[in-house]
């Protein structure tokens, strides 16, 4: 079975740092670019922070740029996500996906999702 498993959510305080994985199993992220995405209550999806099959271009949102930092270890079929400096604004449940690689890294193109991993930034 085809499946991505989201990890490393919690509670955390401003100013405080989480680090998301993204474990796959069923199938290699190593042909895969993988995207983090995340939605808050009453939000739309959207997308956080992506990086390439070989790990050698990510990109991320304006919102967490200097924040947020996506790696991948192909080696372990998981991606990471480390996020630094939280703010509450970061409060959403947080997703991983697997994108096609010659597809844009966006909601609509993502072909398996994780069940998510609520984060929660408060004092």
């Known amino acids: 079975q085809l499946q991505l498993v989201e990890s490393g959510g919690g509670l955390v305080q401003p100013g405080g740092s989480l680090r998301l994985s993204c474990a796959a199993s069923?199938?290699?992220?190593?042909?895969?670019?993988i995207g983090w995405f995340r939605q808050a209550p009453g939000k739309e999806r959207e997308r956080v922070s992506c990086?390439?099959?070989?790990?050698?271009?990510?990109i991320a949102a304006d919102s967490v740029k200097g924040r947020f930092t996506i790696s991948r270890d192909n080696a372990k079929n998981t991606v990471y996500l480390q996020m630094n400096s939280l703010k509450p604004e970061d409060t959403a449940v947080y997703y991983c996906?697997?994108?096609?690689?010659?597809?844009?890294?966006?909601?609509?193109?993502?072909?398996?999702w994780g069940q998510g991993t609520q984060v929660t930034v408060s004092s």
């Open positions: 990086i390439s099959s070989s790990g050698g271009t990510t």
């Open positions: 996906a697997a994108v096609p690689r010659l597809h844009p890294c966006t909601v609509v193109a993502g072909r398996y």
């Open positions: 069923g199938f290699t992220l190593d042909y895969w670019t």
